[in-house]
């Protein structure tokens, strides 16, 4: 069976317990999906009929309407850029560094050399407040805000009427070369544009602009633009990608916006590959380790299915994965290393069913390759012949 169009979505951190090397990472316990509905009475009555209930045990449904399963990841992190490399078929050895203790002197004298700013904060914020407690003074002195989250990232703060957004990018461009040059083995670079007065201020998120890495390797978005397939990214796919492999994309900054853009474009006539990536599981609740929150932003996604499944034509295919995990019942405010969810739907399903666990999240990567007839990636076993 193929498809002429195949959308795939990405519950960002949404994972379905420890995976098989969770001690190596200190994750050994954690289950994100499992452990939220141990702490909330959730109604997701569509999510449970394609099966993505049944991920957490691999139990059999006979009644699903999806085929499901699970996957393990081979890369070595357990950061966001890492699953979707994997999940489009690049083997990655590289780990990305995080800062929770904050970025070391060398480092700041660095910035401050290049931007020929002041440089303030240097501390791990997780909720953003630092904008609110150093927003006046680096306002008064024209300072640069430097932060970092859970992730492997350099946030860089700045008022809008006291640095120009286009000049915080050009900063934060020339941060993301010296990083580089200094393999500070950092992920993303972000610029952090902020509005208001002292007490209300607010990050412009519409400005915000991540510097990634390019891919380390040649991936199926890459093989598609060659073959004259369409590859469109909603949300931080651009970003992640850093532009390789893509040549549509739409901002989004909620999950909401993110699949109102999925549902115009599913309206669009294509052939080729849509990825869109839903970020408040990870940003908003995982790091924040809001586990009330996280349930109800389950909850509206589950509002959402049906009408993104009855938008569907006949010849595609929508898949549902996710990167990493983010228990927000363990530990900390950090990424947790995880199976993940794999969903597959298609109005043209005959006989859905459990699948076998997938050895690597590359087996979605192979199964895109393989419906468009496009060159193996490095990692991956396509099992597009099994679904009927």
Request: glycine residues 8%; proline residues 3%.
């Amino acid at each position: 069976m193929k498809f002429k169009r195949i959308f795939l979505m990405v519950l960002d951190s949404l994972g379905v317990g420890e995976a098989s090397d969770s001690a190596n990472f200190g994750d050994t316990g954690a289950n994100t999906f499992g452990h939220i509905i141990e702490k909330n009475d959730l109604f997701i009555p569509n999510l449970k009929k394609i099966g993505l209930l049944d991920t957490i045990n691999m139990s059999d449904n006979d009644n699903v309407e999806a085929y499901y399963t699970i996957a393990s990841s081979i890369n070595a992190g357990k950061d966001s850029i890492n699953g979707h490399y994997e999940m489009v078929g690049i083997k990655n050895d590289y780990a990305f560094q995080t800062y929770n203790d904050g970025f070391t002197f060398d480092m700041l004298n660095s910035i401050e050399e290049v931007t020929g700013r002041r440089v303030i904060g240097n501390v791990c914020s997780h909720d953003n407040s630092i904008i609110q407690e150093l927003g006046e003074r680096q306002y008064n002195y024209g300072s640069l805000i430097i932060y970092t989250s859970a992730d492997s990232d350099l946030q860089v703060a700045a008022h809008e009427d006291c640095i120009p957004i286009g000049t915080l990018h050009e900063y934060c461009e020339r941060i993301r070369n010296l990083s580089l040059k200094n393999n500070w083995r950092i992920a993303r670079i972000i610029a952090r544009p902020f509005t208001g007065v002292p007490g209300k201020y607010k990050l412009l998120n519409q400005c915000r602009k991540d510097y990634t890495m390019k891919p380390p390797k040649r991936s199926i978005l890459d093989e598609l633009l060659e073959n004259d397939y369409n590859v469109i990214g909603i949300g931080k796919i651009n970003d992640i990608f850093a532009g390789q492999g893509i040549n549509k994309t739409m901002k989004a900054t909620t999950n909401s916006e993110a699949i109102n853009k999925l549902l115009d474009i599913i309206d669009k006539n294509f052939t080729g590959l849509c990825m869109v990536n839903l970020q408040d599981f990870d940003s908003l609740y995982g790091h924040m380790r809001d586990v009330e929150g996280y349930g109800k932003a389950i909850e509206e996604l589950d509002v959402d299915i049906p009408i993104i499944l009855n938008k569907l034509e006949l010849d595609d295919l929508f898949i549902i994965t996710a990167d990493h995990g983010n228990d927000p019942t363990f530990p900390g405010n950090h990424h947790t290393r995880e199976n993940v969810p794999v969903i597959l739907y298609s109005r043209n399903f005959k006989y859905p069913k459990r699948l076998d666990k997938f050895s690597t999240l590359g087996n979605i990567g192979a199964l895109i390759a393989d419906n468009f007839d496009l060159e193996m990636p490095e990692i991956g076993e396509s099992i597009l012949d099994s679904l009927e």
